[in-house]
């Protein structure tokens, strides 16, 4: 099945604990990100009340011009109705840090994580519907409630964290992604990769002792005495081998 090719830029100021390389190095069976992540400046000033941009005015600083089905666009101010991500019109998608980035940091969550699931979630809508229709448009891709899906709408967007730690495609997701007639295998596929959206090893190890405190000291214990053992073990070769060197000199 033909992959759905996107591109990615930044529009503005982005923060440099965002890794642009990782994003372009990422491999999937559903889709294809162009080679170079491009950058853009805001053009515009806002003009909401709370100093938020609306889709028109976020349109107009955004380029029309990619070669690609569709463009994700990488911001970091406030969007209409303070939403995180706003679909526009001519299949683009544009995407704020703008509060996420402190809410994904505090929970030790990269923040390449968001992008994977954005690029994985518009790339489904993107191959079931032939396009990215934009929030002018009713369109039912998301539910309220949060349940670690690709598709969680994240009211309260604290609970973004669920879905950017191994997140998944809920029962419910999949059978609207089977009706738009995606194929059952790019749905598996897709299933597998999002494992591997997760966080760094060592967050993943920290968790893993707080969730199992009796297992982390049983670990701790042994790794004591291992580590006691291998000392002994290379003491007593070292001194061995300096014994010989002695006596041979």
């Known amino acids: 099945m033909k992959k759905v090719k996107i591109s990615v830029a930044t529009v503005g100021y982005i923060n440099t604990n965002f890794d642009r390389q990782k994003i372009l190095k990422w491999k999937s069976k559903l889709f294809e990100v162009n080679k170079e992540i491009l950058s853009y400046e805001v053009l515009n000033n806002s003009d909401g009340v709370s100093w938020e941009y609306s889709d028109l005015n976020m349109a107009a600083n955004l380029p029309t011009d990619f070669e690609s089905d569709l463009l994700i666009c990488i911001v970091n101010v406030p969007l209409k109705d303070n939403f995180y991500t706003r679909r526009l019109n001519k299949n683009r998608v544009v995407f704020t840090f ?31 519907l032939k396009g990215i229709p934009p929030n002018s448009e009713f369109a039912n891709f998301t539910h309220d409630d949060t349940r670690g899906c690709l598709y969680d709408m994240n009211g309260i967007k604290t609970d973004i964290i669920h879905s950017c730690n191994k997140p998944i495609i809920c029962p419910m997701c ?22 591997l959206i997760r966080k760094s090893l060592f967050f993943r190890f920290t968790h ?25 073990l290379v003491a007593s070769v070292i001194l061995d ?9």
């Open 98 to 128: 703008h509060e996420i980035q402190t809410i994904l940091e505090y929970s030790n969550i990269p923040l390449e994580n968001i992008v994977y699931r954005l690029l994985y979630s518009y790339a489904l809508i993107y191959k079931g």
């Open 174 to 195: 999949v059978e609207r992604l089977k009706n738009n007639k995606i194929p059952n295998e790019i749905i598996d596929d897709v299933q597998r990769e999002l494992k």
């Open 208 to 232: 893993f002792l707080k969730k199992y405190p009796i297992w982390s000291l049983i670990i701790s214990t042994f790794s004591v005495i291992i580590l006691g053992v291998v000392s002994s």
């Open 241 to 249: 081998l300096w014994s010989q060197f002695y006596i041979n000199f």
